[in-house]
């Protein structure tokens, strides 16, 4: 606490509540970055909810939470469109297409990779109870499905978004680090360069993109993270259930 006589510092105009190791917080880190907004980042610690989340998230009680000028922003698919619309000025990349059936297009398999391939994943790291084999297809499945849905939303270019990552690129993007980490934990091969060669390609040049290189985890730390996050979900009693 600031002594008497003392002011405490204003808080940022920008927060955002995550963690590092969380695919829904690192979408907003990278729009964030992508529009070249400063922003304060808040760490939520695992099995534990802070005051400020519970408060700012009060229905679903989860991380990431958008702070913008002290008004919650809850929900990663909703705060990227948040941000977008926000940050809407000369100079900034757009993170949704303009034309609506373009936009259309992308919230449909964004929300199709979080069906498919955020639970799949959970169950292939050992986090919930699952049929391992039966993930590893449905996330085989969707990245097929993602396969041909590049080559029609790119029409030839580097990205989902076309010049520039965008709204799908971050959804897909954002689980990138725990693909590369459940092939460590399942042993099983997820991104294939002979299966998926499109992706592949994508995913190098998606990590390369400079809002992306100093938010996304290395696949080690996430590997120790995921053995972390077991351990405290058993002590909680809550292991293979929930994350």
């Known amino acids: 606490m600031a002594s008497s006589g003392e002011e405490q510092a204003p808080a940022a105009a920008v927060r955002v509540l995550g963690g590092w190791a969380s695919h829904y917080a690192i979408r907003v880190y990278v729009a964030l ?7 304060e980042f808040q760490q939520e610690v695992v099995g534990s909810k802070s005051e400020l989340l519970l408060k700012s998230n009060p229905v679903h009680k ?15 698919m909703v705060i990227l469109q948040y941000i977008d619309e926000i940050w809407a000025f000369d100079g900034a990349p757009a993170i949704l297409p303009a034309d609506p059936y373009a936009r259309a297009v992308q919230r449909f398999w964004a929300q199709y990779v979080d069906d498919k391939i955020a639970p799949a994943s ?3 790291r050992g986090v919930v109870n699952g049929d391992k084999d ?3 297809a449905q996330v085989s499945a969707a990245l097929q499905h993602l396969e041909e849905a590049f080559v029609k939303c790119s029409q030839g270019k580097s990205y989902f978004g076309g010049d520039n990552i965008g709204f799908l690129d971050i959804v ?21 360069e002979s299966k998926f060669p499109e992706l592949t390609a994508w995913a190098d040049r998606f990590y390369a993109h400079h809002a992306v290189r100093e ?3 290395e696949t080690d730390r996430l590997v120790q993270f995921n053995t ?11 292991f293979g259930s929930h994350v």
């Open 33 to 39: 970055k992508l529009k070249g907004v400063e922003y």
């Open 62 to 76: 989860k991380i990431p939470v958008l702070l913008h000028h002290g008004k919650p922003v809850a929900e990663s």
């Open 122 to 124: 959970v169950v292939l």
């Open 134 to 136: 039966e993930a590893a």
């Open 172 to 192: 897909l993007g954002s689980h990138l680090g725990w693909l590369k980490a459940v092939e460590e934990i399942a042993g099983v091969k997820v991104l294939d």
């Open 215 to 217: 938010v996304m985890p």
């Open 228 to 238: 972390y996050l077991i351990s405290v979900l058993k002590a909680k009693g809550l």
